[in-house]
């Protein structure tokens, strides 16, 4: 008979209790943030020490350079604003350019979305909307101005036409690219649902490429902005009244040349204003909300 092995008996280990250490000793999680913390995170903050920062070297240059009739001072020019924008004269000029560009603006909207939702339909709207943009996407606007002065006549519709062209081609090339971004997942969660033609565009492919569609938008507002000061410095006058390109293309001919840096500061100040207040507030509520961009 074979004897059975002697069975292991685990040793008996002592045992230990530890106490529970002080959060304290390891160190705080969270902290306050401090003043200059605080300061330097706020993106408002940031960008008006630029700003000062950049009015300071205005200020600083034109002291130097002591020639008031090539650049005046910054505290000229604001003073020079201020009395324009006072006097009433300034604001009439940045509402009549601000009514004409809206009108464009639409329009060019408009014209490249009926555009884009034919190009992502139909194969022939695909090959128009690229043949199109290969052809007049690089024509400056402000070359057509000849032609909508020989078609509309001196007039808003010279400004709205050239607006037009500035707007259409850079808004359907941006939101072509997003639609054509869309996941394949997305496309066929769409089809599954049996969304076809516009309802498909709108609910699946508009949501999906928006941040496209905002840049194209944020480019589309650049490039009318300056293409209606450029045109307005040649022609200016709609309908009797000219609008802020006209105000520094008077001011110049009479050696103002304080109210043109004023007029070319208001310019700057509204484009300041559509990208930090309009487009910034549709960013956050949109694609931010939704975690599509940081």
Known sequence: MTAHPQRLVPSVRPEFERGVTDAGVIGDISRPLSAWE?????????????????????????????????????????????????????IERCLTSLRVLVVGYAAGIAAASVLTMLAVTTRFGNDLLSTLTSMFNPLPAIALLPLAL?????????????????????????????????????????????????RYVLLILVPAALPSILTGLKIGWAFAWRTLIAAELVFGVSSGAGGIGWFIYENRNQLEIPSVFAGLLMVIIIGLLVESVVFRTLEIHTVRKWGMQR
């Open 38 to 90: 605080r300061l330097t995170g706020n993106t408002l903050a940031r960008r008006i020490f630029i700003l000062v920062l950049l009015g300071a070297a205005w200020q600083g240059y034109a002291v130097w350079t002591q020639n008031p009739l090539m650049f005046p001072t910054l505290s000229e020019t604001l003073a020079t604003l201020w009395t324009s924008l006072v006097d009433g004269t300034l």
């Open 150 to 198: 020989l078609w509309f006549g001196l007039g808003e519709g010279s400004l709205t036409f050239v607006l037009v062209h500035a707007v259409l081609w850079p808004m359907a090339l941006n939101t072509h690219s997003g639609f054509m971004g869309v996941s394949e997942t997305l496309r066929m969660a769409g089809q599954n649902y049996g969304l076809k033609g516009l």
